[in-house]
């Protein structure tokens, strides 16, 4: 299982990294930023097999994948 | 052992010489500490580069020959953000291609020296032949508000003296600088004495001392920022777009550009009593005053011993430093005497700041002489006759 | 190139290479200029290049931004002149880095004749010239590398002039590291750019970027999608190229005519400038 960490002050919501999914994991979410546009999200997580494309091809430096952790209680 | 300035000696060769007005301004590079010069051919400066090609590699620096004088501007520019002293040389075609890249310098704060032994223009005019019609241009040929500063020796030997003045200059405001000669000038030999390092003084820019807090372009009390050159560290960033104290650019501010842009003038401007230099001969019991400058001046000094036997009260101001412009030295002859006669080799450039600075105080009479020929003695003496006549 | 391996994250090359307070950057929805960025830092990073000794150098329009963004000495110049920036750089300090950010009307229209006679002197310099067929600051002119029949704001009636094929000029020039890349696929350029870096004298590596704002949106290509999949299916490698010439039939030949190609089309040892001087000096020198 992977997850994202957008950095939102530099993200512009351009779509590229949901364009170039391969495994079609992402999505645009609903939701603004405080930059007043819709970023992308991780709707797919099992789906998402880590390839790091969208992080490589990000223009903003604004996303990053990394492998989920479990946390035990 | 030999030490680097013995090399540079070694590397000019006699201390006495029989030499060409651009010898002489390559010479006082390399006794100024230059070690880098990028140029292209053009006459009559294509000597200065000649000089410079054959010293450098000798001791150690670099000469590169650029595909036009765009080209040498900007890499002077670049060069000198190493931390070395740079300088390149030129004529009227190649200052006009050159003022793109000398605002760039005076936007950035770079230090280097650009010669220009002049040619009469427009155009191609008479490249062989001496001029100084790029005067105006020197002060207002690249766009903008800005200050330049630009000296004119009048012999070979101030020719030398000067580039080192320049290049102190240079570092010491971080400013580009402009030595004009002209085709006569710069083509002309006259014995050259080559002085020991004891004779002049050498100015090093100001560096940084501290990565901690350091700001580029915040400038110090005299408004000159502390420099740090490329590659140690510092992390500069340099642009021609109005920019705030860390460098960065800012160009939609209105505040912001005109702090920087005065502040660049400011720091010229503020400073003139250290920058301004110039000669008075007969200054005293004057009747009429020549304001000459460059060549032209060393027939004007012969005029006036020869005026006085005549019983014309004769003076002249010699203006080396044409920009900035002396206004306060010329306007307190104004209130000495009855007329001036300002002779130039163009159809009246530097007249106008004269007048300017006159204030119409005393009537100012231009002597222009185009097409390559110096103003003889005998001409300047029937100007003052004329001006006598119409004064007295 | 074992190194790109152990790619660091997006979130530690921010940390290391970026001047944050640049951020974020100017360019519009879809722009490619960000990639080009991107890539550049992952190859400075495989090869661990200091950046206190790298110098980042460009001339005006859009890609020449690209230099205020690296945490590095960078210098914004005049436009076009950025080459002859840098070649004063180089050969006053040949021991510092010197990587050029330059646009197709930068480097190749105005920049021309300094691209022209700094491949000839071959300065080792590593020119990244960001390709995207007009002028995008300027709101979006003819460029040189305009294709032929496109529109712009100065060609409303469509461009009559022939394009330059700027790695053709490079080669011919005998630049010694030559490349082309589109930037949908990230590992090649960062493989090249990190090659170029390491090419003792001039590596041009050319980088097709899309520009949907000021050349797509005139050209049937503004959205997002659509211009980046036009790369996709208007590029092809040049051993993909050469093959199919070869052994391809016509109608797969035929096919092949408004191709772009991508690659490394020159990669040879020749002395630098810096070398050549170097070695003049040592004859000389007192």
Known sequence: MHVIELNEHWCKGCRVCVFHCPTKSLRIASRFTMRGIHPPELVEAERCNGCRLCELLCPDFAITVMEAVSVNA | ??????????????????????????????????????????????????????????????????????????????????????????????????????????????????????????????????????????????????????????????????????????????????????????????????????????????????????????????????????????RTYVTGLTHNEAGLPRSASAPIHDQLVRRLADKILRNTDQIIRYEEFGAEECEIAIIAYGITARACRDVVEEGRQRGLKVGLLRLITIWPFPDEVVARWATRVQAILVPEMNLGQIVHPIREAVAGRCPVMLQSKIGGELHTPTELIDALEELRCQVC | MSGLLKLKTAAELRQIYLRHEMFPTIFCDGCGLGNVLNYTLWALDELQLDLDRTVFVSGIGCSSRLSGYVNADGMHTTHGRALAFASGIKAAQPDLNVIVFTGDGDGSGIGGNHLLHTIRRNMDLTVILVNNFTYGMTGGQVAPTTPIDSFSTTTPYGNIEYPLDICALAQTLGAPYVARWMINQPYPPIKSIAQGIQKRGFALIEMLVPCPTAYGRRNGLKQLETIWQWYRDHTILIDDYEHIMHFGSPEERAALHDKIKIGVFQDYERESFEERWATLVEQVKL
């Open chain 2, 1 to 234: 052992m030999s030490t680097h300035r013995d090399r540079l000696r070694q590397a000019m060769g006699d201390k006495v010489q029989f030499v060409q007005g651009d010898d002489a301004c390559a010479y006082g590079a390399i006794l100024a500490g230059c070690t880098f010069f990028a140029g292209y051919p053009i006459t009559p400066a294509t000597e200065v580069a000649e000089r410079m090609a054959e010293i450098l590699p000798k001791i150690e620096g670099c000469y590169i020959q650029m595909e036009d004088e765009i080209a040498s501007m900007g890499a002077i520019v670049g060069a000198s953000w190493t931390g070395v002293k740079t300088m390149t040389a030129t004529s009227g075609p190649g200052f006009s291609l050159m003022q793109e890249n000398l605002g760039y310098a005076i936007m950035t704060e770079t230090p280097c020296v650009i010669v220009n032994v002049q040619r009469s223009g427009p155009s191609t005019g008479q490249p062989t032949l001496g001029a100084y019609g790029d005067m105006m241009q020197a002060r207002w040929g690249t766009h903008g508000d800005h200050e330049i500063i630009m000296l004119c020796p009048a012999s070979v030997q101030e020719a030398m003296e000067l580039t080192i003045v320049a290049f102190n200059l240079a570092e010491a405001y971080r400013t580009p600088v402009l030595v004009f000669i002209d085709g006569e000038l710069g083509h002309m030999r006259e014995r050259l004495v080559i002085p020991e390092d004891d004779e002049f003084e050498l100015v090093e820019r100001t560096c940084a001392t501290s990565r901690e807090g350091y700001r580029p372009f915040a400038a110090d009390e005299n408004l000159v920022p502390a420099f740090a050159p490329f590659g140690a560290g510092f």
